[in-house]
């Protein structure tokens, strides 16, 4: 069975941070590619980062600069790292990892499993 739990989520004040994690279970890790999604109140659901299969990473434009998603190959764990943060970036935070042949890093239907996601809250 696989399984996808964040964990790292929280409550931070503008210009803060905080560091996600996503511990993956029940499948090859390395063989997958992987992603963090949000969606926020009455949104759509967002892409914000991805990592491919050799590692390049992609990122939404409203996060370049300010976050960086890595992995942990050993650990079978995917982060997050997120700094400066803004109150747009308010959301609940979901991992993915997909393994379809057409890889489109932040699109959702790339994605075969997903985490219940973790709530992130900015305030000013």
């Known amino acids: 069975q696989v399984q996808l739990v964040e964990s790292g989520g929280g409550s931070v004040q503008v210009g803060g941070s905080l560091r996600l994690s996503c511990a993956v279970s029940?499948?090859?890790?390395?063989?997958?590619?992987m992603a963090w999604f949000r969606q926020a109140s009455g949104k759509e659901r967002e892409g914000v980062a991805a990592?491919?299969?050799?590692?390049?990473?992609s990122y939404a434009d409203s996060v370049k600069g300010r976050f960086t998603t890595s992995k942990d190959n050993d650990k079978n764990t995917l982060y997050l790292q997120m700094n400066s943060l803004k109150p747009e970036d308010t959301a609940m935070y979901s991992c993915?990892?997909?393994?379809?042949?057409?890889?489109?890093?932040?699109?959702?239907?790339?994605?075969?499993?997903w985490g219940q996601g973790t709530q992130v809250t900015v305030s000013s």
């Open positions: 993915a990892i997909g393994s379809k042949p057409l890889y489109r890093p932040l699109t959702p239907g790339s994605y075969n499993y």
């Open positions: 029940g499948l090859t890790y390395s063989s997958y590619y």
């Open positions: 990592i491919g299969r050799d590692g390049r990473a």
